[in-house]
């Protein structure tokens, strides 16, 4: 068995350009398909996380790295005896939400960047974002810190719409305060 961690030195020992145009093409694929298939859930996401961006950031944070750490303790138990039954089913989980989180906020990222020109609009988003996380990539350290940025947009974005069907829909509804209802 490789050392683990081989898979991010090979991927580090990549050319910059190379490595800057598989993020992009990887990012809008991934991209097309969580928002393709994911349709409402993911402009919804992409919509609450442009509203508040560091809501969604503070709880994407915790979020992410819960995520990340039970998808790291599944690959390392994999090769266990109990690992075939606890560590796949946590792997399959990191590697479903982590980049269906990852896309959704570098779509937000593009999005926003993408408004600032007039351009407002999922597509460009996805293209911007896309081009984002390839320019991060001629610096593989700028990878890291972007991609863990938009991880955690997109991880909060996504738990903010989960829970946001709890609860009252319109202000009109809550009943804190009372003053309200005079």
């Known amino acids: 068995m490789p050392a683990v961690g081989g898979e991010l030195e090979a991927y580090r020992s990549l050319d910059p350009l190379l490595r800057a145009g598989i993020q992009f093409v990887g990012t809008v694929l991934v991209a097309m398909v969580v928002l393709g298939l994911l349709q409402n859930f993911g402009t919804q996401a992409v919509a609450k996380a442009r509203r508040s961006p560091v809501i969604s950031i503070c709880l994407g944070l915790p979020s992410l790295l819960v995520v990340a750490g ?8 994999v090769d266990t005896s109990v690992g075939t039954f ?3 089913p946590l792997v399959i989980l990191g590697v479903t939400v982590l980049p269906a989180a990852i896309a959704i906020g570098f779509t937000t990222l593009g999005r926003n ?18 081009l984002v996380h390839g320019i991060a990539g001629l610096v593989f350290p700028a990878t890291v810190t972007v991609a863990a940025l938009a991880g ?8 903010r719409v989960l829970v946001g069907g709890v609860g009252a829909a319109r202000p ?3 009943t804190v305060p009372p003053a309200n209802k005079i």
Not at 71 to 77: F, H, S
């Open 172 to 174: 009109d509804d809550r």
């Open 113 to 130: 960047a993408a408004a600032m020109v007039g351009r407002d609009r999922l597509w460009t988003g996805i293209l911007v974002g896309g």
């Open 152 to 159: 955690a947009l997109g991880m909060g974005a996504s738990v």
């Open 86 to 88: 606890f560590g796949i």
């Open 70 to 77: 039970l998808a790291g303790t599944g690959y390392l138990i």
